[in-house]
């Protein structure tokens, strides 16, 4: 059998990281012209590694390219494993961040895995497979390229950044569909705090204006719903920003939306006032406040001058046309639980009624954090995606309990669900937002009622129950009648009619 007769798979499995399938699909497009028997499969999450391995092991590849990220770098590597000792003579080649860092030891802990693909892929394995078709084999000579040389390991530098204009629309040898599609018109990020993931040197590189336009006509002429920006920040340069979103704006469908991850400090007023032209829901940011303590900002790598990020982003709010989701991150370096607490106060009070999203601290590889994980006191799992167990200012119990609560947070706002009943709560009884979702996670862990969280219905009855002793407190029981008015409104704004049927049929009551 000549190379040419060679089939290749590039294959993932689908996690929480939006990068990966993209990824996935921009390789493709650069490779698939190849004379090799190119093919792209991606496997669902909850997929047992067997039945992977089952499905590449009859499939007769002679390369599998396996794209990994640190949520599903383990069942890859079961599954590659069992691929190898089936097909001894098969090429297993891993790729991704999770594996462009650390490559040395990956390899060494993994000896199923003949070569790694470092960094940005599609050059990187578009020489390897070029290399291979030559028959010259000069591995030494491809930039990005870690593999096996006898009972050696080596590990190439980096290739240099692919130029954004040179790599194709992945959706040309893709059909986008109708959902959520994934996009990237940044490669590089100025992003440079201690617990954000990046390759070495690597500068900003942007699509032009115009071929974003074009690109962006594509997903408006198909009726996409979603279409969500992988970069960050989006708005690093806000006169490219702006001419974006004005397209967007102007060339409006009626249909589909657009997510952004921004940086609050870089939005201005110009900015801000055309946004307030957007349609209701047509434009929808992450927002990373982090923290608002200003040593734990330092301590992160993060220059943001708070005051005016939290300025911009009320600003913002107050425009009502663009749907911001907030996030605040638990676990940052110096940060104390009494510190957090206060960050997510001024957070939930600034965004009251949008969604505010609590986010973990992971110790990804490539990462300043975790170089300097024992300077900070870091404990972290051994294993992807390297939670963090406690920080040398928070104990594990605490980190456990901001954790809990950031479940309820999520099921009471995380989708801007009950935004009329939190702060009527709030403003009713004095309680800070922090220590009503602390007691609320309390009680729901007290009476069992974690099963109950997954239903509108029941997180409305919840929140009634819970809130009788709140208010009985305050002696005043026509409040908490009222506030279940307001808990009744919110349900209704939240699932159909026919679900509101069977609520005031079964009533409050919890079972």
Not at 265 to 282: H, K, P, W
Not at 392 to 418: H, K, P, Q
Not at 440 to 469: C, Q, V
Request: with cysteine.
């Amino acid at each position: 059998m000549g190379y040419t007769d060679m089939k290749l798979l590039l294959t993932t499995i689908k996690s929480d990281c939006k990068q990966t399938e993209l990824a996935l699909k921009s390789i493709y497009s650069v490779i698939t012209d190849s004379p090799m028997d190119v093919q792209l499969k991606t496997f669902g999450r909850n997929d047992l590694y067997t039945d992977i391995f089952e499905d590449i092991a009859t499939g007769q590849y002679d390369i599998v390219y396996f794209h990994a990220d640190s949520c599903n770098i383990r069942q890859l590597c079961r599954a590659a494993d069992m691929v190898k000792k089936a097909i001894p003579n098969i090429a297993i080649i891993f790729g991704g961040m999770e594996v462009s860092f650390e490559t040395r030891s990956f390899i060494k802990n993994n000896d199923f895995v003949d070569y790694v693909i470092r960094g940005e892929g599609e050059t990187v394995l578009f020489n390897f497979i070029k290399s291979v078709l030559d028959y010259e084999f000069d591995f030494e000579n491809i930039a990005g390229l870690a593999y096996w040389d006898g009972d050696q390991v080596v590990v190439n530098p980096y290739d240099a950044p692919a130029e954004m204009e040179s790599l194709p629309f992945p959706y040309e040898k893709f059909e986008a569909g109708k959902g959520t599609v994934y996009y990237e018109t940044i490669r590089g990020t100025s992003d440079r705090t201690v617990y954000s993931q990046f390759l070495p040197n690597a500068r900003v590189r942007a699509l032009s204006i115009s071929r974003v336009c074009t690109e962006l006509r594509y997903f408006i002429a198909n009726e996409v719903e979603r279409v969500v920006f992988l970069d960050k920040w989006f708005n690093y340069n806000t006169e490219r920003a702006y001419r974006i979103f004005e397209y967007i704006i102007n060339n409006d469908n009626g249909i589909t939306s657009f997510e952004f991850n921004i940086d609050g400090e870089l939005l201005d007023e110009e900015t801000i006032r055309l946004l307030s032209e957007a349609r209701e829901g047509q434009i929808i940011f992450n927002a990373d406040i982090a923290s608002t303590n200003a040593e734990v900002l330092a301590a992160c790598g993060r220059g943001e001058n708070i005051y005016r990020l939290m300025y911009n982003l009320t600003k913002l709010l107050q425009g009502g046309k663009v749907r911001t989701e907030i996030h605040v991150k638990a676990g940052l370096p110096h940060e104390t639980e009494a510190m957090f607490a206060r960050s997510f106060n001024k957070t939930y009070g600034m965004a009251e009624g949008m969604p505010v999203h609590i986010d973990s601290i992971y110790m990804s590889k490539g990462t300043a954090l975790r170089a300097g994980a024992h300077e900070f006191g870091y404990i972290y799992a051994s294993e992807a995606p390297y939670e963090v167990i406690a920080t040398g200012s928070m104990t594990s119990d605490e980190l456990l309990r901001i954790r809990a609560l950031s479940r309820t947070v999520e099921s009471y706002i995380g989708d801007g669900g009950f935004k009329k009943s939190i702060p009527r709560i709030l403003n009713d009884t004095g309680i800070k937002p922090y220590d009503l979702f602390s007691r609320l996670t309390a009680y729901i862990s007290k009476n069992g009622l974690e099963g109950k969280t997954r239903k509108k219905e029941h997180l409305a009855r919840i929140l009634f129950a819970y809130t009788d002793g709140l208010y009985d407190d305050l002696a005043d029981s026509v409040k908490h009648e009222i506030l279940k008015d307001v808990i009744y409104a919110d349900l209704e704004s939240m699932i159909g009619e026919d679900a509101m049927k069977k609520f005031d049929k079964k009533g409050w009551e919890l079972d």
